[in-house]
């Protein structure tokens, strides 16, 4: 293919060069020519592993040129993609100044094409950007419609300095946003060949995909720190504890706890967190993340009560109490918080749950639910329909086999989805159902 690659900086003048060792024909477009004169010569603008035999051997075989050029570099290929910076504003906010110029400039030229091209984001870029920003920028300088006249994908770099032509050609995985297929196929045919899982995603998908990347990276090395911090202030070797943490695939290194649901509760979890905090804090050793895990959980339990209030209904339908599925203990169940602020608000609530009966439980679980609802007798009741019947708002807390077969008869019900219903997807379209993170 032929292809354009705007922005010679780490992640374009890496890309340039990789796509022209697979084969294609690359130019390299830049407004800074210092970065122009270094392809020109044979040179990586960038220090990598294995850029600069890679830049120089491309250069040589004529498959990577640059250009400050961009009606030419637009005229001449197929496919452009944008890699130019995104810094942080001073406030924090993501600059799309560079990316606004360049759909701008290019824009302006597709104007005058009459050949199909499509114009590929590799920026980092909030949710929105492209759609919202991007293309009518692109549509207003050429006149023409995206999707139509010429095409738009996202396709996220995941790239990282120092090991990115590594990188390259491993990829952890290919995502590619775009709303046209055309687009979507030929981005496609870039990486054909290269391992990892390709994933045709919606654009602000594929925006999003490389914010929970980083953001997760980010959090991960904080979370080794800060444990690390209260280890050695416990005079535990951390690495040690790290190893035996990282081997376990199915709890730790794994998919678990990490899609959207509701708040965590249960006998374990809020209590270790708050006694690894107070140690940390003992040993005066700051640990603002750690810190605020619990914080965030009872944000995150909020959320699910204004998502309640703000259907301004009285009658709710509360399905699940205990803290998780297939379990009866009710002990710092963010349900059962749920319910006891929705009851202390003067809500009419009846409660279901297949796993929860009055008269079975017994000890600390019992002592802690007479403690937090305390009639809970006249709220649980053992007939799903019942509740349901009963309810104006559904909120969903389980997705129990019953559960399920009730809210299909739900009807026009508002329906507070915490779980993610197995037809969330369908449901999200449609009026009177909310789910709390999807
Ligand atoms: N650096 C990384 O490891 C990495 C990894 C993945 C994604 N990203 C993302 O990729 C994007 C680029 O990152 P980078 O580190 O390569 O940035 P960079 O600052 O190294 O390079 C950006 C280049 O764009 C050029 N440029 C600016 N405006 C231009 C225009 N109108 N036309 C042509 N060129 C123009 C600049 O002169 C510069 O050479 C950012 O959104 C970044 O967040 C970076």
């Known amino acids: 293919m032929k292809i354009s690659v705007f922005g010679l900086g780490y992640v374009g003048s ?3 060069a990789c796509l022209a060792a697979r084969g294609h024909v690359v130019v390299g477009v830049d407004v800074n020519p210092a970065k122009v004169g270094f392809i020109a010569g044979g040179q990586a603008p960038v220090v990598e592993e294995r850029i600069g035999e890679l830049t120089a051997d491309v250069v040589r075989r004529g498959a990577l040129r640059a250009t400050t050029d961009v009606a030419a570099a637009v005229a001449e290929t197929e496919i452009s993609l944008v890699c130019v910076g995104t810094p942080s504003a001073p406030n924090g906010s993501l600059s799309t100044t560079y990316l606004e110029r360049v759909a701008e400039q290019i824009g302006t030229v597709l104007a005058g094409k009459d050949e199909w091209h499509t114009v590929v984001f590799r920026s980092t870029m909030l949710p929105g950007t492209c759609s919202g920003l991007l293309i009518p920028i692109l549509e207003k300088a050429s006149g023409k419609t995206a999707g139509v006249d010429f095409g738009v994908a996202v396709n996220p770099e995941f790239l990282r300095e120092g090991s990115s032509v590594r990188d390259f050609f491993e990829p952890p995985k290919t995502v590619i946003g775009s709303h046209d297929p055309v687009s979507a196929d030929l981005v496609a045919r870039l990486y054909e060949g290269l391992p990892g899982e390709v994933f045709r995603v919606s654009i602000p998908v594929a925006e999003m ?23 050695h202030a416990l005079g535990v070797d951390s690495h040690q504890v790290m190893d035996v943490f990282v081997a ?10 990490l899609r959207p649901g509701f708040a965590f509760g249960g006998s374990c979890l809020p209590k270790d967190l708050r006694g690894l905090v107070y140690a940390a804090r003992r040993a005066d050793v700051s640990v603002p993340l750690l810190s605020h895990v619990l914080p965030s959980n009872e944000e ?6 204004d998502l309640v209030t703000a259907s301004g209904r009285r009658r709710i339908g509360l399905f699940g109490l205990s ?3 297939g379990t009866d203990d009710l ?11 929705l009851v202390g608000k003067g809500y009419d609530l009846r409660i279901y749950d297949a796993n929860v009966t009055l008269s079975r439980l017994i000890g600390a679980n019992r002592d802690y639910i007479e403690g937090r609802l305390p009639h809970l007798g006249d709220l649980l009741s053992n007939s799903v329909d019942d509740v349901l019947a009963h309810a104006e708002v559904c909120v969903v807390g389980c997705t129990e086999p019953a559960v399920l ?7 026009d019900r508002m329906i507070v989805d915490l779980v ?8 999200r379209a449609t009026d009177g159902y909310v789910g709390l993170g999807w």
């Open 209 to 231: 995909t490389k914010y929970a990347d980083n953001s997760f990276h980010g959090l991960k090395a904080a979370f080794a720190n800060e444990l690390g911090a209260i280890c």
């Open 14 to 16: 890496v890309s340039a």
């Open 300 to 305: 995150h339990l909020k959320r699910a009560f």
């Open 323 to 325: 803290f998780k599925p």
């Open 248 to 257: 376990d695939r199915k709890l730790n290194v794994s998919p678990a706890y």
């Open 331 to 341: 002990r710092e169940s963010p349900l059962v918080e749920l319910a006891e602020r």
């Open 420 to 427: 993610r219903l197995p037809d969330a997807q369908k449901r």
């Open 405 to 411: 077969r009730a809210l299909d008869a739900a009807g």
